[in-house]
Structure formats: structure tokens, C-alpha cells
């Protein structure tokens, strides 16, 4: 996946299991179910694509396809976005 960021219109609320996850643009709520991928979305703008977060968030080989496939639903629902190259 290309370099993304948390949306702008995005605002993640930490919890014990994971975050709330509201989208102010589509009034929706949703939910991060780990913690592990809180740090992965909120930390996306600071790597150069998706697989450096996932690996610098400490997140397993094994359970890097589960991660893929979350941030590409996250991908879908606006939550994430691909982030402007300069």
C-alpha cells in the first residue's frame, strides 16, 4: 500500500480494547479492536507505507495478512487515506 495517514476528519478515542473511531464527515462510528492497531493508524504518517507501521508497531509476521486486511476496510471507510506526496 502506498504512504497513508489518519484522515483529517477522523478522531480516535483510545480505549482499554482498541479506539473509538469517529468519521466527522459521515457521522460514523467504529471501533480499532486492539490496541496494536491504534498504534499502527496513528502512526501511519510517519513511516513511508503501511508495512513500516505494521513492523514498527511490534505487530507478529503471522498477524501482518489480519493487519493488511484491516487497514484496507479502514482504507474503504474513509478512516485512513492515501497521504499527499511532496
Known sequence: MLPHRCSPSV?????????LVYHFGTRKLSF?????LVVVVRDLEQFPDVHASI????VE?????AYLRALAGLAA??????RPTT
Open 11 to 19: 478522531a480516535l478515542r483510545p480505549e482499554p480494547f482498541g479506539a
Open 32 to 36: 480499532l479492536k486492539t490496541p496494536q
Open 55 to 58: 513492523e514498527a508497531a511490534g
Open 61 to 65: 509476521e503471522s498477524q501482518r495478512p
Open 77 to 82: 471507510n474513509g478512516t485512513i487515506e492515501p
